[in-house]
DNA sequence: GCAAAAGTGTTTGACCTACACCCATGT
DNA sequence: ACATGGGTGTAGGTCAAACACTTTTGC
């Protein structure tokens, strides 16, 4: 709370005004595609996990600080999204209240209240290695399943929205997993993140000859064992490989 | 000048602060991809066409606005394309010189020297429909073949570079044409406008089969008389299914 | 009639889809 | 042994790439 303060009181000289940042990021677990959320202190709203930018920092960098900041992960996957910006995006009389309840007055904190355009960027991290750090505007950060999301504040529910679409659509083109899956993985833990983005099934056969055709992951000697049934193999993804295909796409076209 | 004058005092109030957008605008004349490029004033650099956000705009309107000042086309085809915020992206000194050299004196205009962080935009247009203006800032303003683009001012080169990687991976899931040819084209037509865009020659008649099913693009009885040799087929694009094809993509992928 | 551009069709191979059988493991 | 999940192979259809011939038109 002592930092929140700070926060509120430098706040005005330290960021780029009306500019904030707000991340989609998306974790994989038990077959369910999760997403990060806030929740709000003086509110039954949640939130996605934001932030905003020094004056001397580069924006991408901040989204970056923004994650490593709410995660721990540093080595992020993290692209733009989308600009957010709608004049009445914002809403001034929220955060005019939360200024109030936390006491501050005469035009403290003001700058919060200003039209604010956000950067809404969109993240994939290794459910496994996040650590949670909740920070002094939220009482509660968690994974929630895609599948059961609660109501978001502004228009918060809309960057997330975009965020999957968007993945829907990069997933036909990129290779995706490296950033959401752990080391090694089994074929059918990747399949089954393609099914939880994709949000349908599919053929087990056709997926694991597509993938293999990639000629993006390494099939291990190792299995997983431990589980019921025949074990299945391990694999790792070729990191060059991958990195390439991400800059070049994944099905030709033209 | 009178304009310039006004826009650089009323500016501080009038726009969003640090806030710039930047557009490439492709067009598409005999057989070449053309950009639309600003001669900037007291300089040998060239500029996107830009401008900024005002405090209760919409910033893809306020898009929408600087490409219809410039252009005179309304219904344009514009898309954010990435957010540039290097803070070292602003060339702080050069503007300070232009104000100096305009006359302006103690900080009149300092909110055009602070760090900016642009929008940038990427705008496809009928070449044929675009009414040229020059703005007070700059002493021309025309159209630049792709393949012979001058040196432009700041990260501009960097934002170009950006839309025309971003068009060449769109035009493999999205319909492209129907904002960048006239009503009426002929097959030759649609493909000399992919070729410039990838940068490479297509076959013919595997581009026409293709075209063809995709079921966009409406064959008229009418053909284009006048040139020498076999008269084309004229084709128009049947909007809703354009329309449709730009929400949904073109190949299925998964 | 000849050169140049435009219209059309066929063959080939790659890939995607749909589907069935065998294997390994824990209960 | 059996149920469950995982590994693999095959036949059929679709689509895209490669390629050649015919038609029209101006000179």
Redo the contacts with the bound molecule.
């Keep these: 709370m002592e930092n929140f303060k700070e926060f509120i009181i430098e706040g005005r000289d330290a960021f780029v005004p009306c500019l904030s940042l707000d991340c989609v990021i998306f974790g994989f677990h038990s077959g369910q595609l999760k997403i990060l959320l806030l929740k709000m202190r003086y509110d039954e709203l949640w939130a996605l996990p934001g932030g905003f930018v020094y004056k001397d920092e580069d924006v991408d960098a901040a989204a970056a600080r923004i994650l490593r900041e709410r995660t721990g992960i540093k080595d992020i996957f993290l692209q733009q999204l989308h600009v957010f910006g709608d004049p009445n995006r914002s809403d001034s009389k929220r955060n005019k209240n939360i200024l109030e309840k936390d006491g501050f007055e005469n035009g403290q904190g003001d700058w919060l209240t200003e039209r604010f355009i956000t950067v809404g960027y969109y993240a994939l991290v290794d459910f496994s290695k996040v650590e949670l750090a909740i920070d002094y505007s939220s009482e509660i950060c968690e994974w929630q399943d895609l599948t059961s999301i609660p109501s978001l504040i502004m228009d918060h529910s809309c960057i997330l929205k975009t965020a999957l679409e968007r993945l829907r659509k990069e997933i036909n083109y990129q290779p995706i997993g490296l950033n959401l899956l752990p080391a090694k993985f ?3 833990e990747l399949q089954s993140l393609y099914e939880a983005i994709l949000g349908k099934k599919l ?4 997926f ?3 993938m293999l ?1 990639y000629g993006l992951v390494n099939r291990l000697t190792e299995t997983r ?9 391990l694999y790792t993804f070729n990191n060059e490989k991958y990195k390439q295909a991400l800059e070049e796409g994944l099905q ?1 076209g ?1």
Tied chains: 1, 2.
């Excluded at 053929?203 to 056709?206: I, Q």
């Excluded at 064992?225 to 193999?233: E, L, N, T």
């Design positions: 089994t074929m059918p053929d087990r056969r056709n694991q000859r597509r055709g064992k431990g589980g019921a049934h025949k074990a299945p193999y030709g033209w």
